[in-house]
């Protein structure tokens, strides 16, 4: 029963259109190997030297790793969210939304699981890095499970926000510019400082040996103490789910306002009509 999920992601043809031209984007690989390099440098700054060691503290490798991978993921998701992934150059999203011989539902889902393609793919570089570092600073496999699975949500979340925000303002590329960077650093930055619960950075801080309770404390759910790293993924979660829905409103509409002809009733009060 597991399969059943993949081979329909497999038979939606955005998805497999999406899956194919990225295996063929060679900008994509070389970006993800300047990213494993980066990654490779922070490792080496931040490995831990024997003068080091001779204080007594603890190493902080994996934490500088995973704060750099928090914040690099975050910004790609971001950015390349509010990106269309699909199609032409001089064919709109909104067009491809109008136009394509699919259900809007499938056409979402199918967007939306090209984008987190790429997120896995940027995720799996730095989970070779990301070991090594919990290793040498005496991280257990735990913490490592909860950090990976806490990296992978949140930046995953972004790039949710930042498609919805695409669907619905592609045309004002400026305001979209604008939104997509108030999101970026709103989470990586200042909510550490208004709201720290949605801070990825602290979270990812708290799961590892380095916790300082003081800062990021536990949160009490209905009479249980939960560990704010927990609440953390769960608000990204539902963060993620409200954007989807959000997402899903837009193409129904841009779906349901198109003219028997396919141009949408925007379009068409223009005098425009999209060419694919």
Known sequence: MLWLPFRRAWHNPIFRGGVDEFTRNTVRWTHGMNYLILLSIVLFITWPKEEFLSLRDLPFAYNALGGAVLIILAYINCSQGARKLVGEGYVSLREWVTLVPVPSQAFLRGYM?????????????????????????????????????????????????????????????????????????????????????????????????WHNPQRLQDVTVFGTSVPAWIVTIGVHLLLGGLFYIIASVRVHRLRHRTTPSGVSQEDSGRGNTPTV
């Open 113 to 209: 699981v090209i984008g987190f393609v790429e997120s896995l793919f940027f995720w799996g570089l730095s989970l070779p890095l990301l070991t090594v570092a919990a290793s040498v600073s005496g991280e257990s496999l735990s913490h490592l499970g909860a950090g990976a699975l806490l990296i992978l949500v949140c930046t995953g979340s972004y790039r949710m926000i930042a498609m919805a925000l695409l669907l619905w303002l592609e045309r004002d590329e400026f305001v979209l510019y604008i939104l997509v960077r108030v999101v970026y650093v709103f989470f990586i930055l200042v909510s550490g400082f208004v709201f720290p619960v949605c801070n990825p950075v602290l979270a990812f801080v708290q799961v590892s040996i």
